[in-house]
């Protein structure tokens, strides 16, 4: 079993910047891929930055340049950083932890919510 708890979220102006945390504990040395995904009011949930347990990282095209997955894993935290947010980034921001199994498992935080203002 793997937690994750998100917080950092909030209301920003546009063009402001928030980092996003994940705690992970549990059996967080099965994880293979943590993520970020993200849901806006009436749309389904979409991925938006991963990064694998060697360091890889990779993001959607809409937020490719703004964005920046990090993992801390003295700390068992992964961020992220937001900046240059603009109002259509509003949404619930959800990590995402997938371990090695085969099948893989996966498992989700609570959310945390992102407000941005135009």
């Known amino acids: 079993q793997v937690q994750l708890v998100e917080s950092g979220g909030g209301l920003v102006q546009a063009g402001g910047s928030l980092r996003l945390s994940c705690a992970a504990s549990?059996?967080?040395?099965?994880?293979?891929?943590f993520g970020w995904y993200h849901q806006a009011p009436g749309k389904q949930r979409e991925w938006v930055a991963i990064?694998?347990?060697?360091?890889?990282?990779n993001y959607v095209d809409a937020v490719r340049g703004r964005f920046t997955i990090s993992r801390d894993t003295a700390k068992n935290t992964v961020y992220l950083q937001m900046n240059s947010l603009k109002p259509e980034d509003t949404a619930v921001y959800y990590c995402?932890?997938?371990?090695?199994?085969?099948?893989?498992?996966?498992?989700w935080g609570q959310g945390t919510q992102v407000t941005v203002s135009s």
């Open positions: 995402n932890a997938q371990t090695r199994h085969v099948p893989s498992r996966t498992y």
């Open positions: 549990g059996n967080t040395f099965s994880v293979n891929v």
């Open positions: 990064i694998t347990s060697g360091g890889t990282t």
